[in-house]
């Protein structure tokens, strides 16, 4: 059977310089859980590909169709120097889930890579700031920075509640808390404070839901 959660997956980076992308199958060569596929061999990558990893910023990304690609089901992953960049924010838009820095090590790698072949949102820190994740250096606790970047995506706090499986009143505390934090009082305010800092926004067509969801949790 071929399935990408009990084979390594196959890997790809979408860049123009031929030194990042050896560098970049260097980097995973020894982790069992990835393996990274040549896609400059003439071959298409769709039918080849789990995860594939694009710099937005790149020469390449204009041949990229990331919606083609998402619907063939394979998942995108903004590869950036630039977390909070408006090309990072288009990528996710357009149907990448998620950005990953540049300065990652195997393992950081390796994880977001397995969270986006698991179909999850990938929200990678920039490792020149303070935290070891998002918002880190702003002083939110790893449970804070996760419950944001859910909240970036449009979930409800019962939503939330019951991704995290806790109760909702630890996750309006939670909220409460990390408002204080960031200096917000309105969740549209804390969903534009999470994109501006790396998290990726909400992939909703229904602009209207997320609206009505910011009112009824605010």
């Known amino acids: ?57 790149q020469e390449a990304a204009t041949a990229v169709d990331i ?20 090309a990072t924010r288009s990528a ?9 820095w540049k300065g990652s090590n195997a ?21 020149r700031s303070g935290g070891a994740w998002p918002g880190g250096r702003e002083g ?12 970036a995506q449009g979930l409800s706090n019962h939503e939330v509640a019951r991704r995290r499986q806790v109760s909702i009143n630890t996750i309006k505390s939670t909220v409460r808390a990390l408002y204080r934090k960031i200096d917000v009082t309105r969740r549209s305010q804390a969903v534009a404070w999470a994109i501006e800092h790396g998290f990726p926004p909400a992939l909703r067509d229904d602009a209207t839901l997320l609206r009505e969801r910011w009112l009824r949790n605010s």
């Open 92 to 100: 996710v838009l357009a149907g990448a889930c998620g950005a990953v």
């Open 107 to 127: 393992q950081q790698l390796t994880a977001a890579i397995s969270q986006a072949a698991a179909g999850q949102r990938v929200y990678a820190c920039d490792g």
């Open 140 to 151: 939110l606790s790893r449970v804070e920075s996760e419950v944001l970047g859910l909240i």
């Open 1 to 57: 059977m071929d399935d990408p959660r009990i084979r390594p997956v196959r890997t790809a980076i979408a860049h123009d310089d031929p030194i990042v992308t050896a560098g970049f199958a260097a980097l995973l060569a020894h982790e069992d859980h990835v393996k990274v596929i040549d896609v400059h061999d003439g071959a298409s990558p769709l039918g080849r590909v789990d995860v594939l990893l694009l710099d937005p910023a």
């Open 67 to 86: 919606s083609a690609l998402t619907h063939r089901g394979v998942k995108v992953l903004a590869f950036t120097w630039d977390l909070s960049s408006a």
